[in-house]
């Protein structure tokens, strides 16, 4: 299994561009999310799904869509980047999105944006 | 929204000695997980914790669930050079609608040569 994978893997902006993180996963997990990690302050909730075709928003959606059309796959959409976007951004995906066994998150190897 | 203390913020050790860094939470979890990051890469689990009280190993890595349920902690034995990292910890709440994790500010371990 690859687990997750993102691409790409670095990436630079000008202000008010669009772009979309891939973000991909071969362990037939239902739950995925997206997370943004900023210095001192953690991993913070972007958006994150339950299922195919049922996603939410988390702790700090703005600026940012997603979409899930198959269990597979859980693309990031940034709509007008922002130098506010600047981060570097974490898929996850886990069997469930329930604590107990089987819920653990297993950790995509980032994409390091930055917005000009 | 929930909150997460984690402490140390960092640390600065001397190869061989143990290590301690705990979390609290203003709210109660129903699991606590632990994990790695190394430079350039994403999370790694490291331990995972389901029923407060409970105490489980990875080789040289203990974590502890709290018994309040507010509070996890994790202690490292005889730390090595491949320890140095950041270390997160995480709370999640098993209730329906509320599956979020909820991540610590990380704790950023270096050894001194």
């Known amino acids: 299994n690859a687990g997750v994978t993102q691409t790409p893997k670095f990436q630079v902006l000008k202000t008010g561009q669009s772009m979309t993180l891939q973000c991909a996963q071969d362990?037939?997990?239902?739950?995925m999310s997206w997370y943004r990690q900023d210095p001192g302050m953690g991993l913070r909730l972007i958006h994150y799904?339950?299922?195919?075709?049922?996603?939410d928003q988390g702790e700090v959606p703005n600026g940012y869509n997603v979409s899930r059309s198959t269990t597979e796959d859980f693309p990031l959409r940034l709509l007008s980047a922002a130098p506010s976007q600047t981060s570097v951004y974490f898929c996850?995906?886990?069997?469930?999105?329930?604590?107990?066994?089987?819920?653990?998150?297993?950790f995509g190897p980032g994409t390091r944006l930055t917005v000009l | 929204g929930q909150q997460l203390n984690q402490s140390p913020q960092s640390m600065f050790i001397q190869e061989g000695e143990d290590v301690s860094m705990n979390c609290t939470s203003s709210?109660?979890?129903?699991?606590w997980l632990w994990y790695k990051q190394d430079p350039g890469e994403g999370p790694v689990l490291l331990i995972a914790?389901?029923?407060?009280?409970e105490l489980t190993s990875n080789g040289r890595l203990t974590a502890q669930f709290g018994i309040t349920r507010k509070d996890s902690f994790l202690n490292i034995s005889a730390s090595i050079p491949s320890d140095v990292g950041i270390y997160f910890c995480a709370g999640q709440s098993s209730n329906f609608g509320n599956e979020k994790l909820t991540f610590g500010t990380g704790t950023r371990l270096t050894i001194i040569p």
């Open positions: 996850a995906s886990s069997y469930s999105p329930y604590g107990g066994l089987g819920n653990e998150q297993f």
């Open positions: 914790l389901y029923k407060a009280g």
């Open positions: 362990m037939n997990h239902e739950y």
């Open positions: 709210s109660i979890f129903n699991t």
């Open positions: 799904s339950v299922g195919a075709g049922i996603t």
